[in-house]
């Protein structure tokens, strides 16, 4: 896929099929991650997979999009650690970096997946339930699997709305 075409079509996925992920995609999918930018390259961002349903169900029940974990066969946690980060602002743009990188993936592999954020209200009880150590600080969660429909095409601001100034 070229990579303004990805860009551009990329959408949230909500809605999965059930058939699994490929652990070679998976891998895939966290390589891109791994090969966003980071200050000083200190690479700040770990991951957790999770395909197990208990455990899906257990961390359903910490955001009020559960029902889209439920429902996708893998997720992955991407965490930033506390140990390996130099300045917060910094290492935050850089795990975002990295989610992005994993959305573009999955898409380039035609999986669909959607970034969830809400659930970091209770990002240290996901990571107690993963019995992952305190320097873990969870970033989003990434509902991935085969896209069960079609996103829905929000509409982006043209970029004469945000462009402040061009001198
Ligand atoms: C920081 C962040 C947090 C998000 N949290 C959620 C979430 O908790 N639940 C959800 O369904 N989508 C979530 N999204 C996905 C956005 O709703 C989605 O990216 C946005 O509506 C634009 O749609 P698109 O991704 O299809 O272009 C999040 C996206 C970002 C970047």
Known sequence: MEIFEGIHTRRSIRHFTDIEVRKEDLDEIIKAGTWAPSGLNNQPWRFAVIKDKDMRYDMAQL????????????????????????????????????????LLAAHALRLGAVWLGEILKNGDEVRKLLELPESMDLMAVIAIGYPASKGKTPQRKDVSEVLLKEI
Request: aromatic share 8%; charged share 20%; hydrophobic share 40%.
């Open 63 to 102: 955001t009020k999009y559960g029902k889209i974990i439920e429902n996708a066969p893998v997720c992955i946690a991407v965490f930033a650690d506390k140990d390996a980060m130099y300045n917060d602002v910094k290492d935050h743009q850089a795990v975002g970096a990295c989610l992005q990188n994993m």
